[in-house]
């Protein structure tokens, strides 16, 4: 079965401050690969998603995401941190005959902004 | 509307009581899905649907779950004699069509407590 691992569980970084979040995901094919993000008492809205073409994805808020099949990884990056981006980030693959039908998620990083 | 809408967004309960959670998706999206949301367990996948037809229930966590949709639209969470370990929040999602091409947007969820 594919499993997703962030193995940060909490980061802090300065405002204006690079940012990379972890993802590494296990599964015998190219999955559909997802970073979602979640402020306090909301629900998830979708960051950015990779299904195939250019390994490097764009998504909205400025952040980006690299595939790397050789290190089965996808990796979330800002080159630069706003309070406002302090919330919880969840990668997620979704791997089925369809390929949508079920999001399997990372635990989570929590991303702490400080001044 | 707009999003996905979920309701209740808080039910706290008396353990043995049923609850209904109710999901209102996006106009048009044929998909829908629940997930679950606990800190033990992470994100869990619990069940989707594609019209009003579920073709997976084995992520359903006992038989004390059920759901269905009816109309193609609305689609309804139950959990018959709840139990401490059912507290969590619940969250729905709806996507254009199954697809791999199809993002998932996320109500804010269900927060249940029981008592």
């Known amino acids: 079965a594919q499993s997703v691992t962030q193995p940060d569980i909490h980061i802090t970084v300065s405002e204006g401050a690079s940012l990379e979040l972890r993802c590494n995901y296990s599964?015998?094919?190219?999955?559909?690969l997802f970073w979602y993000v979640q402020s306090p008492g909301q629900g998830l809205q979708l960051l950015l998603k990779?299904?195939?073409?250019?390994?490097l994805v764009q998504g909205i808020k400025g952040f980006e995401a690299e595939f790397k099949r050789s290190q089965s990884s996808f990796n979330l990056r800002k080159p630069s941190v706003h309070w406002s981006d302090a919330a919880e980030y969840f990668c997620a693959v979704a791997i089925s005959n369809f390929g949508n039908e079920k999001l399997t998620f990372g635990t989570g990083t929590r991303l702490t902004i400080i001044p | 509307g707009a999003g996905v809408s979920q309701s209740p967004s808080n039910k706290v309960t008396e353990k043995g009581k049923d609850v209904e959670l109710r999901c209102d998706p996006i106009s048009g999206h044929t998909a829908l899905y629940w997930y679950r949301q606990s800190l033990g367990q992470g994100l869990e996948f619990l069940i989707y649907?594609?019209?009003?037809?579920?073709?997976?229930k084995s992520g359903l966590p006992s038989d004390r779950f059920s759901a269905e949709r009816t109309g193609g639209s609305v689609s309804t969470l139950t959990i018959q004699r709840t139990q401490q370990e059912d507290s969590a929040v619940y969250l729905c999602?709806?996507?254009?069509?199954?697809?791999?091409?199809?993002?998932?947007?996320f109500g804010d969820g269900t927060r249940l407590s029981i008592l």
């Open positions: 599964y015998g094919a190219t999955p559909y």
């Open positions: 649907f594609q019209g009003n037809s579920a073709p997976d």
């Open positions: 999602a709806s996507s254009l069509a199954l697809g791999g091409t199809q993002p998932q947007h």
């Open positions: 990779y299904f195939s073409g250019d390994t």
